[in-house]
Structures are given as structure tokens and as C-alpha cells.
Nanobody
Framework: QVQLEESGGGWVQPGGSLRLSCAAS????????MGWYRQAPGKQRELVAFITSLGDRNYVDAVKGRFTISRDNGKNTVHLQMNSLKPEDTAVYYC??????????WGQGTQVTVSS
């Protein structure tokens, strides 16, 4: 059983910062890619950023220069540092991990709200 536990969501004013974390447990094989997705009300879930086991990073254009993804391979954790937050960043953020044998797994989601 693979579990992904997210933390760090909450409310912040525009221009503020939040740091999301995701810890994977119960893993019995290698983790390829870890990433973050988000889903705003009435919209489809979209990729925000991902990082491979080699450290290669990829971001959606809307967050480039503001968000930074990082991971600790030894602890199977991934973080998303979000700076200069905008109201349009408001969404439920989901952690995703792709494992070599067990495939794709999702966290339960954490709410991020950016408003004044």
C-alpha cells in the first residue's frame, strides 16, 4: 500500500508564500517522478510541476519563476515552494508519485487559498 501525505496548505494574501510538502510511505520499489497538480473549482486538474529521480524539473508556464519544486530521494518526499502567490493559484493541490512497478499514486489533496 502506497500512501502520499500532503501538508502545508492554507490561506495567504496575494504576494505571500506557502510551502507544500508530500511524504510517500509504504513504497516498495523505486520512485521515478514526483510532482504537484492542482484543481480549481470548475476546472480540470492540471500539472503544476514535476521532478524526476535525476533532479530534472518541469513547470507549467503560469508558475515559472514563482514556484520551486524539490525532492529528497532518500526520504521519498517532495516539496513545492510557492512565492508571489496570486488569487488564480487558489486550488486544491495534489501530490503525485510515479513508481517503477506500482505506477501512479495520488495524495488526498491540500487546499491553497490566495485572497485578500
Amino acid at each position: 500500500q502506497v500512501q502520499l501525505e500532503e501538508s502545508g496548505g492554507g490561506w495567504v494574501q496575494p504576494g505571500g508564500s506557502l510551502r507544500l510538502s508530500c511524504a510517500a510511505s509504504g513504497i516498495i520499489d523505486s520512485v521515478y517522478t514526483m510532482g504537484w497538480y492542482r484543481q480549481a473549482p470548475g476546472k480540470q486538474r492540471e500539472l503544476v510541476a514535476f521532478i524526476t529521480s535525476l533532479g530534472d524539473r518541469n513547470y507549467v508556464d503560469a508558475v515559472k519563476g514563482r514556484f520551486t519544486i524539490s525532492r529528497d530521494n532518500g526520504k521519498n518526499t517532495v516539496h513545492l515552494q510557492m512565492n508571489s502567490l496570486k488569487p488564480e493559484d487558489t486550488a486544491v493541490y495534489y501530490c503525485n508519485a510515479i513508481l517503477r512497478i506500482l505506477g501512479s499514486h495520488w495524495g488526498q489533496g491540500t487546499q491553497v487559498t490566495v485572497s485578500s
